[in-house]
Every structure is written in structure tokens, then in C-alpha cells.
């Protein structure tokens, strides 16, 4: 089993920054082996994704093009823990905030579908 722990949300203001983490653990869980994914869900409107970043020495990142620019996705193995480092936040950003774990080598890193752990998620609130 895998656990996933969203933290660093908040409330700020358009122009701001925040860098989001995500811890990871689970026994038998691999981190390093795993692509990773931050998704994002606005209120009345379906989870979108934000970024993902590859397994140790696999894909490099991607990003949704309303982030590309403004957000940066990295990893550390050693800590097993993802980040999201948001700049130039705007109210279009406002949303729940969520990391997830891939199936590698499963779809598409843009469908959540290919994603097989979820955190509960992180609330970033940006006001204009």
C-alpha cells in the first residue's frame, strides 16, 4: 500500500508563490521506480492535469499548458517526496491540489487513469 500527503496550500495573493510537497510512503513502495503527478480540481469542475515528472532517469517533465512557465514539478528519491513549485499564481489557480502515483508504462501521464494512488490533496486559494 501506498500513502501519499499533500502539504503546503494555502491562501495568497495573484503574483505570489508557493511550493506544494508530497510525501510518500509505504513499505514495500519503490519510490524511485514511479512516475509522479500533481492534478488539480477546481470547484464544479473535473480534475485537470497539472505536471508529472518520470521514474529515476525516464521521462523528464510535463506540464498543462495553463502552467507551463509558472510551475516547476521536481523530485527528491531520497526523501521519496514530489514537489510543485508554483510563481505568478493567479485566480485561475485556485483549486484542490493533488499528487499522484503512476503504473508506469500504462497511458497517457495527461488521464488520471493511469494514476493508481491518490493523496487526499492540498486547497491553494489565490485572490485577485
Known amino acids: 500500500q501506498v500513502q501519499l500527503v499533500e502539504s503546503g496550500g494555502g491562501l495568497v495573493e495573484a503574483g505570489s508563490s508557493l511550493t506544494l510537497s508530497c510525501a510518500a510512503s509505504g513499505r514495500t513502495f519503490t519510490f524511485s521506480a514511479y512516475p509522479m503527478g500533481w492534478f488539480r480540481q477546481a470547484p464544479g469542475k473535473e480534475r485537470e492535469f497539472v505536471a508529472a515528472?518520470?521514474?529515476?532517469?525516464?521521462?523528464?517533465?510535463l506540464y498543462a499548458d495553463p502552467v507551463k512557465g509558472r510551475f516547476t514539478i521536481s523530485r527528491d528519491n531520497n526523501k521519496r517526496a514530489v514537489y510543485l513549485q508554483m510563481n505568478s499564481l493567479t485566480p485561475e489557480d485556485t483549486a484542490v491540489y493533488y499528487c499522484?502515483?503512476?503504473?508506469?508504462?500504462?497511458?497517457?501521464?495527461?488521464?488520471?487513469?493511469?494514476?493508481?494512488?491518490w493523496g487526499r490533496g492540498t486547497q491553494v486559494t489565490v485572490s485577485s
Open positions: 499522484a502515483v503512476a503504473r508506469p508504462y500504462s497511458g497517457s501521464f495527461y488521464d488520471t487513469t493511469t494514476y493508481a494512488y
Open positions: 515528472i518520470g521514474e529515476s532517469g525516464g521521462l523528464g517533465p
